[in-house]
């Protein structure tokens, strides 16, 4: 009965082909575009939580102080009020893993005849700990080339491209600003971070090697800033707490005078931009949701005209032995057939669009079965619905009205 039903929908929508293509058009493009825009709004998701991903986890960045100097008011890092020491003081807190202190500058690189001007941060090797930082090749460099100052580095792969080409580097002697470092290893690619900077053009030093061989201090043992990594994500308000205390006790700040620091959480800023890209791929999916509604409503006006065209047809039927039931049925069926068919078409029209996106503009974007799935369901829900009334209108037709119609 269903069979003869369907066979029987699909000769229906094949005797108005143009009304029905365009019937289906609706649905194409609001399938279509709902799994374009998710795609796209997963796919910047993605590369968020990537980025989050290569900072490290449970972080905070200690900065020096801001100073006033001619009334005028500079920002944080203008005054060298970190030191070595309250790294180490840092480090003996309760829940804290690990301290990377950290004195950056930009300096020109050179290999035979390649140069590149890059970002140098001294450090110490808890550094590569703190940012979850693997080495591609090479070995890190140790406490005891900490001590000794050594010219040694790390380097980053854009660093290494840009200098070395296919050549492997580790071993190889690079100066940088005219004073030559041994390359002990290289870093794994870490991408882009959240501000869009590159995080693999970078070299990597001893911090001691960087103040008294490279960039200099104005006072001994400064640092511009510190990283520290908690235990977890639940000790970080103790840490961060903890922190504030001990850096304002050692710098004997008195009670009710601003710190000559600042601490900030970079988890906590990361997981919100995480949390806003999340938001905006659910805004994508909700306003390409709106061309499905859209869809339903041009299934539900021309499923309306069917049902006029086809009024002395219902009245036959009916009039043959067809009960209201069946007459539902068979005008449902056909809705369903359109969304159905528009569904399928929107789902290869939506994945190829994000592919190309991605292959033209290199946009990250993420299909994922689940998108294609609530689309699908979404578009063949709205069908049904939107072909409902009409359907229902023609079961509740009287035979003799059906037949006297003209």
């Not at 972080?59 to 790294?87: C, E, H, K, N, Q």
């Not at 480090?91 to 893993?97: D, F, S």
């Not at 840490?239 to 006790?249: A, F, I, P, T």
């Amino acid at each position: 009965m269903t069979a003869a039903m369907l066979a029987e929908a699909w000769l229906a929508m094949g005797a108005n082909r143009l009304r029905t293509l365009l019937t289906m058009l609706g649905m194409v493009i609001g399938v279509g575009a709902v799994i374009l825009m998710l795609a796209i709004g997963q796919g910047t998701q993605r590369q968020v939580e990537a980025s989050i991903a290569s900072m490290g986890s449970n972080l905070f960045i200690v900065l020096s102080g801001s100073t006033t100097s001619g009334g005028l008011r500079m920002g944080s890092g203008a005054t060298p009020t970190l030191t070595l020491t309250d790294a180490q003081a840092i480090e003996e807190l309760p829940a804290v893993a690990a301290v990377a202190p950290s004195s950056p500058g930009t300096a020109q690189l050179v290999y035979g005849s390649n140069n590149w001007s890059t970002q140098v941060y001294g450090t110490t090797p808890a550094y590569l700990a703190v940012r979850d930082w693997k080495l591609a090749a090479g070995f890190p460099f140790t406490d005891s080339d900490l001590r000794s100052a050594t010219r040694v580095a790390l380097l980053g792969k854009t660093v290494v491209d840009n200098l070395f080409g296919g050549e492997d580097p580790v071993g190889k002697t690079i100066r940088i600003k005219n004073s030559p470092y041994v390359v002990l290893g290289t870093l794994a690619p870490k991408g882009q971070s959240l501000d869009g900077r590159d995080q693999d053009d970078t070299v990597i030093i001893p911090v001691t090697t960087a103040q008294r061989k490279l960039f200099g201090t104005q006072f001994a043992g400064t640092v511009r800033f510190i990283m520290v990594q908690a235990e977890s994500g639940e000790a970080m308000p103790a840490v961060e707490k903890s922190m504030n205390e001990l850096l304002r006790q050692r710098h004997r700040i008195r009670e009710g005078t601003d710190n000559d620091f600042s601490v900030r959480n970079l988890t906590a800023l990361a997981n919100t931009a995480a949390e806003t890209a999340q938001v905006m791929s659910l805004m994508l999916g909700a306003i390409a949701s709106i061309s499905l509604l859209v869809g339903g409503i041009g299934i539900m006006n021309i499923m309306l005209v069917s049902v006029t065209e086809r009024t002395r047809e219902i009245g036959i039927r009916m009039a043959i032995g067809a009960r209201g039931e069946d007459i539902l049925l068979q005008f449902l069926l056909e809705a369903i057939i359109i969304s159905v068919i528009g569904c399928l078409i929107g789902v290869g029209l939506g994945v190829g669009g994000a592919l190309l996106v991605s292959t033209l503009s290199g946009m990250a974007v993420v299909i994922t079965v689940t998108s294609i799935l609530l689309a699908f369901a979404v578009a063949a829900a709205i069908g049904i619905f939107f072909g409902w009334y009409p359907a229902r209108k023609a079961a509740a037709m009287k035979p003799i009205d059906a037949l006297r119609y003209q």
